[in-house]
């Protein structure tokens, strides 16, 4: 039996576009990921080609193994997460839970590994189980977002580009044996230099990397100006103020887990990052997980990020079409 697909508008306001909404492709209730034949994943291709962001509902929620054979059915092998800066934990073949960051944390908008120089085009969530309260996955296009910025910060941006800093271990951030999937320094130092990511080896089994990446990207399709970057996440000013203060007093800022400068070094404001930080919330749009969904996502059309929740929450992810610089 093959699952049959109609068209809606998912309606996703936000503060800078009131009246905004989402493509989305409804199933007849019950309907599996399986019964998807060649002319509902055409179809399904060219609504994300289009919009860049497509929600599929009402498919039975058919497990993580169905999740990854349905993300591979458009041509592109899976990719692992490697250079990860958030934990996860691999559930499949190409799958992924979502960042396993406490629950009572909000994840701020952001385009999937735009801190390096390689990074995938397709983003696939699944929603196993939504959560009790809570944990929406809000999204924003980063061609809006890149408009709706003063131009004297998109022109830095790109004509300065990224610095970005990162400290490995210690109990502060993640050991470089997990984001890099590896316990030997030689494996570490070959995807460095492929990567072109300077690092620099530290005393006490630490790692420190160092990685200029553009702030402003053009979609490789449209040719669009786009906002793609984690300089918000990574600079220090995303720090609450006690730990800030906490964490250069006892470590200093040079060795602070993560940082973000202009690609010649020089400091970020913090004033230009609170900018940032507030075209981004104003671009945010918002909806509610149901258990099944699928959202795909053109991961350099559009950031996405993570509301806090409470109970229990399982958003799986698959990642293809590696793009590199």
Known sequence: MTATLTEHRLPTPSLAEPDASISMLCAEPGAALSQLESPQLEMIERYRQANGALLLRGFALDG??????????????????????????????GIYTSTEYPAHRAIALHNEQAYTRAWPLRLTFYCHRPADQGGATPIADSHQIYRALDPRITRSFAEREL???????????LPWQQVFGTEERAEVEAFCQ?????????????????????????HPITG?????????????????QEMREVLIDSVG?????????FGDGSTIPDAMLDEIRAVLDAHSRVFEWQQGDLLLLDNMRYAHARQPFSGKREILVAMAEEYRL
């Open 224 to 240: 669009a100006p786009l906002w793609f970057n984690q300089a918000h996440l990574f600079h220090v000013s995303a720090l609450e």
């Open 194 to 218: 492929a990567q072109s990511i300077e690092l620099q080896w530290l005393d006490g089994d630490g790692l420190r990397t160092r990685q200029r990446c553009p702030g402003i990207m053009l």
């Open 253 to 261: 800022e040079e060795y602070l887990p993560r940082n973000t400068y």
């Open 64 to 93: 993580a193994a169905a999740f990854s054979r349905f993300c591979a059915s458009f041509g592109y092998p899976l990719l692992s997460y490697s250079f990860g800066s958030t934990p996860r934990s691999k559930v499949d073949s």
């Open 163 to 173: 610095l970005y800093v990162r400290n490995y271990g210690n109990g502060l951030d």
